[in-house]
């Protein structure tokens, strides 16, 4: 079974428009960390915004936060005012406490149109 | 500034040839990282080292070796026996304590010939 779940393979959203990238995760373990992560189109991966299964407020970075509702284990990323350069693959992904690795998601690629 | 470099940015490989990706980190990190692409996918976790001398084989490590001899360096190399070597490849790093974000390297594009 999938650990993480990106329902939406591709977004188009205009430009300034607020746009939230869905993913849902599962885990037994009571410790988790939580990532979001952006590839435009020259392929480096980026690291966004991180949240913490034990934090008690979701994560901001400028632009991005992430919803977090822990009990419908979500960790949906929020980009607010929407830019051209946000275009890109975004991939949510989970470190379990008890693991040693990072699980990515399949991503969700996002086209802001002028 | 610290980071992870990758070498070459673009690797073109003869049939029945190995190749070796170079990924050097100044950063300091316990943990490395090798995941696969395809294009349109996700990242595939080929292998991870935790620690000098140690490594352990992810989700598709069959064609693929690596070695860990320094802390700041993981080399790949891609077998004859993997028969579908292009891809691009990134290489990541992590402290290993903790749940730590990884960071990753520019990667590099792999072809055949």
């Known amino acids: 079974a999938q650990k993480i779940t990106q329902t939406q393979p591709g977004m188009f959203v205009q430009e300034k428009e607020a746009v939230t990238l869905d993913c849902t995760y599962d885990?037994?373990?009571?410790?988790?960390?939580l990532f979001w992560y952006k590839q435009p189109s020259s392929g480096e991966m980026i690291f966004l915004i991180y949240q913490g299964s034990y934090d008690q407020q979701n994560a901001t970075e400028g632009r991005y936060s992430l919803n977090f509702q822990k009990a419908r284990k979500s960790a949906n990323l929020v980009i607010s005012a929407s830019q051209l350069g946000d275009s890109a693959m975004y991939f949510c992904a989970m470190r379990e406490g008890s693991g040693d690795k990072i699980i990515f998601g399949k991503g969700t690629r996002l086209h802001i149109l002028p | 500034d610290g980071g992870i470099t990758q070498s070459p940015k673009y690797l073109f490989r003869k049939e029945g040839q190995n190749v070796t990706l170079s990924c050097e980190q100044n950063?300091?990190?316990?943990?490395m990282y090798w995941y696969r692409q395809d294009p349109g996918q996700g990242l595939r976790l080929i292998y991870y080292?935790?620690?000098?001398?140690?490594?352990q084989k992810g989700d598709i490590a069959e064609g693929y070796s690596v070695s860990r001899e320094k802390k700041e360096s993981f080399p790949l190399t891609v077998t004859s026996a993997q028969k579908n070597p292009t891809a691009f490849y990134l290489c990541?790093?992590?402290?290993?304590?903790?749940?730590?974000?990884?960071?990753f390297g520019d990667g590099t594009r792999l072809s055949i010939l």
């Open positions: 885990t037994s373990d009571p410790s988790y960390g």
């Open positions: 990541a790093s992590s402290r290993d304590r903790g749940l730590q974000p990884q960071h």
């Open positions: 950063l300091n990190h316990d943990a």
């Open positions: 080292s935790q620690i000098v001398n140690d490594f």
